[in-house]
């Protein structure tokens, strides 16, 4: 590059990097809505040449920003394209790199500006630059990752930049991760400094696809092998992190009948509980040195749960009070004169950490532990009145399966008067149940089913549904499976012995875990294709006979259900 370039590039940069240093900082998690940019933005606000002089001003200077970061894109991209020779290319591209970097440092806490710096490497194809990198690496003699310490360094911005796009942007995710997949599978795994970041990098990025984007599961399987995560895992054992990553990582795409695959052990979720905490008590709710939020962690340690010894083992590291802390965030609980205090969580934590405790009620183990917890047992009571509904929801399902197990009163009279067919579903397959629903009220049956997802008093009506049911349709999937909702109320229907039939609604499920455990042997009827709906409910009603029906046509019982 000449100096004339040169000079005008750097004043371009020094100009943005002005810019955004003057501007005022506001918290991503700020609480106050009415920061001077929004209250420019708002609509009810009369436009007055003041405020539209400074909506200019801002726009001029995000134009700014724009274009600067544009131009050290632009020629990363043109670099990597004609060179192929990482060492040349770091030389070269060094400075541009450390510009781009300076921005997402310098926006760290400004929303709007860092909204722009994201959008723009992913609009200037940054993703393909890293992906050309990795590429280059798994094709050349610096496989093991061997570099001049300037020059990794700019390598590791390169992959700390786009592990923040991942974080960030669901498209970067969903366009990026073969590369990812295909560099995790041919990694060389080597206990070097270097080595240590790239597989940290490698696995956030993994991760947080996994976590952005449904679609990704499938890919993931295709590609890479549970025997991958476990090779990395026992390679880095002595590494939390990257144990940590790798457990997480594999709780996304593993069955239940897998599940001994993501048996921790205690350091794992030490670890994890440890950066949990870090991250509550942080005014933004993340963990910098490890770059994980509160919803983030608590997500990650809710899948491991699926296994019956990390509930287990959880609880015996003390998850209990952190989970209730966040789960009560707000409000202050007594015990003993002393009080807690909690900071202020939204709705996401609060939903993640009572969804938690529901998950870890299932082990009978636990159950007792809860029991004898009194705050923990005061605030599942205060949160099954919760105005947020999945709040309300996931804390009746705690207590419903820390209460139900020494026995609830069942009212079997219901069993003579006016039994009904229920249909207990979860809510992805509503479109197919009702017409299953519609088309069994015209053949006469009595049909109870929840069609308006409401949790007024969920744990009765979904207990007196079942009591009152001749027969239950259990309405088979892996997201059937993995509802605690769907999980409490089949239980409860092996419980009292009801009369059950499986029905697929999922192509190609095979039940596994509680749930194939609970199915058995039973021959099953599949609904997962439309197509052979009518021939499939002229075998159900054949197999329902005279239960739950009506001498005369009734309309259903349009109740609630757990049905999540």
């Known amino acids: 590059m000449d100096q004339i370039e040169k000079r005008e590039t750097d004043n371009g940069s020094d100009r943005a990097t002005e810019i955004l240093q003057r ?11 009415e920061c001077e940019n929004e209250k420019i933005s708002d609509p009810n606000i009369p436009l007055t040449w003041e405020n539209s002089k400074e909506i200019i001003m801002r726009q ?3 134009e700014i920003l724009r274009i600067s970061l544009q131009k050290h894109l632009r020629k990363l991209n043109n670099v990597v394209d004609k060179d192929e020779n990482l060492l040349r290319f770091c030389e070269i591209c060094r400075p541009d790199v450390d510009e781009v970097w300076k921005f997402f440092e310098v926006t760290k806490l400004q929303i709007e500006e860092r909204k722009l710096v994201v959008l723009t490497c992913v609009e200037e194809n940054f993703g393909e630059v890293v992906e050309k990198i990795l590429k280059i690496l798994r094709l050349s003699e610096h496989n093991g990752l061997q570099f001049e310490s300037h020059l ?19 498209n970067f995710c969903h366009d990026h991760l073969s590369s990812v997949l295909v560099n995790l599978m041919k990694l060389e795994l080597k206990q070097s400094k270097h080595i240590i970041f790239y597989v940290k990098f490698s696995l956030g990025i993994l991760h947080n696809c996994l976590r952005l984007v449904n679609e990704c599961k499938d890919e993931v399987q295709n590609i890479l092998a549970l025997k991958n995560f476990e090779s990395i895992s026992s390679e ?40 949990l905490k870090t991250a509550w008590q942080s005014s933004d ?80 183990s636990n159950r007792p532990v809860m029991k004898g ?30 209460y139900q197990p020494d026995g609830l009163k ?27 629903k519609d088309k069994l009220k015209i053949a006469g049956y009595k049909v109870w089913m929840d069609v308006e997802h409401m949790t007024g008093s969920t744990l009765e009506a979904m207990s007196l549904a ?88 009734q309309d259903s019982v349009d109740g609630e259900c757990f049905s999540s």
Request: with cysteine.
């Open 236 to 275: 880095y054992k002595d590494f939390p992190m990257i144990n940590a990553k790798a457990y997480i990582a594999m709780s996304y795409i593993i069955n239940e009948s897998e599940s001994e695959h993501i048996m921790a052990d205690s350091t794992v979720f030490t670890f994890l509980l440890d950066i």
């Open 60 to 62: 001029s200077q995000n």
């Open 466 to 553: 079942v009591e009152g049911a001749a027969v239950v349709l259990i309405c088979m999937s892996e997201k059937y499976k993995n509802s605690p909702s769907c999980r409490s109320e089949a239980e409860y229907t092996y419980k009292l012995r009801k009369s059950f039939i499986p029905l697929r609604l999922q192509s190609n499920y095979n039940p596994d875990g509680w749930l194939g455990m609970l199915i058995g042997t039973r021959l099953y009827f599949d609904f997962s294709n439309e197509t052979e709906m009518d021939g499939m409910l002229a075998k159900l009603v054949k197999e329902l006979g005279t239960r739950g029906k009506t001498t005369t046509r």
């Open 285 to 364: 709710h993340m963990s910098r040195k490890y770059g994980m939020c509160v919803s983030e962690v608590l997500l990650g340690l809710n899948n491991l749960s699926i296994n019956d010894s990390n509930k287990v083992l959880l609880v015996k590291l003390g998850c209990l009070p952190l989970y209730i802390n966040i789960a009560q965030s707000g409000s202050r609980i007594c015990q003993g004169g002393s009080k807690i205090e909690s900071v202020a969580g939204n709705e996401d934590e609060v939903t993640l950490a009572v969804t938690g405790l529901w998950k870890l009620s299932f082990s009978s």
């Open 23 to 33: 501007q005022p900082h506001k918290s991503l998690q700020s609480e106050n809505p």
């Open 152 to 170: 990794w360094n700019c390598l590791k911005k390169i992959f700390s930049i786009s592990w923040i796009l991942s974080d960030a942007c669901e």
């Open 373 to 402: 917890d009194k705050i923990c047992m005061e605030v599942l009571h205060q949160l099954e009145y919760s105005e947020n509904p999945s709040v309300c929801h996931a804390a009746r399902g705690a207590l419903w399966e820390l």
């Open 410 to 436: 069942i009212n079997t009279s219901l069993d003579s008067i006016r039994p009904h067919v229920m249909i207990s579903y979860q809510w992805d397959s509503q479109s197919t149940m009702i017409k299953v």
